[in-house]
């Protein structure tokens, strides 16, 4: 299962866009990268999952480059509710490693007004 | 959709007792759910994968005898601590992998966790 680094810590204020990038450079050909919220003292929330170039759904993009060895999540006009950890995680879907997920350490988004 | 429910939310028991948690996707059927663990301001570990009808696999360094698993439905897993003491309270998140065969192209759905304390 390909490692996946990110920054431990990133701030930003009310309005404004983020984007948290993930290195993950051993992803391999099977491999999807999906992008989890979770608050304090609850279970992880999907957010977005991509494979190669943009995804976009209701609350967020995902940016992955040709050679798939980054991603970024970019979350438009964040506000105060998006203070939380996200992670970033590469799975094989096809069964190789039967769904496995392994979590980085993510990264701790803090807004502030 | 794609909901998963796990209970109880928070269970506080004394030291050697032994403690279910269960795991259920409510709209949709799973052959593997996952179970995780995770301590204060730590990132999830994952402990076993479990699959519909078969054994649970372990990751290492979790007792097999002490987590027990059980995946007996399509919609429902079970960890089961047994004897638990102090240093099994942690929070522990179960996950469901949507897909009624081995492999699926779809994420993992969380349930809400659960927060076991021993006293």
């Known amino acids: 299962l390909a490692k996946t680094t990110q920054p431990i810590s990133m701030d930003s204020y009310e309005g404004q866009e983020v984007n948290i990038t993930c290195s993950h450079n051993?992803?391999?050909?099977?491999?999807?990268i999906t992008w989890y919220q979770q608050f304090p003292s609850q279970g992880p929330r999907f957010i977005i999952q991509g494979y190669k170039t943009k995804v976009t759904n209701e609350v967020a993009s995902l940016f992955i480059p040709a050679d798939r060895k980054s991603s970024t999540l970019s979350l438009p006009r964040v506000s105060l509710s998006d203070t939380a950890v996200y992670y970033c995680?590469?799975?094989?879907?096809?069964?190789?490693?039967?769904?496995?997920?392994?979590f980085g350490q993510g990264t701790e988004l803090s807004v502030k007004p | 959709g794609a909901v998963v429910s796990q209970h109880p939310s928070r269970v506080i028991c004394k030291s050697g007792t032994s403690v279910k948690i269960e795991c259920r996707s409510l709209d949709f059927q799973a052959t593997t759910m996952f179970w995780y663990r995770q301590f204060p301001k730590q990132s999830l570990m994952l402990m076993a994968t479990s699959n519909e009808g078969s054994k649970a696999t372990y990751e290492q360094g979790v007792e097999k005898d002490k987590f027990l698993i059980n995946h007996a439905s399509l919609t429902l897993s079970t960890l089961t601590v047994t004897s638990a003491h102090p240093e099994d309270s942690s929070f522990y998140i179960c996950?469901?992998?949507?897909?009624?065969?081995?492999?699926?192209?779809?994420?993992?759905?969380f349930g809400d966790g659960t927060r076991l304390s021993i006293l």
């Open positions: 996950s469901a992998l949507p897909g009624e065969g081995y492999y699926s192209n779809q994420p993992q759905h």
């Open positions: 995680l590469v799975g094989d879907w096809w069964g190789n490693q039967g769904g496995k997920l392994i």
């Open positions: 051993n992803i391999a050909t099977n491999d999807y």
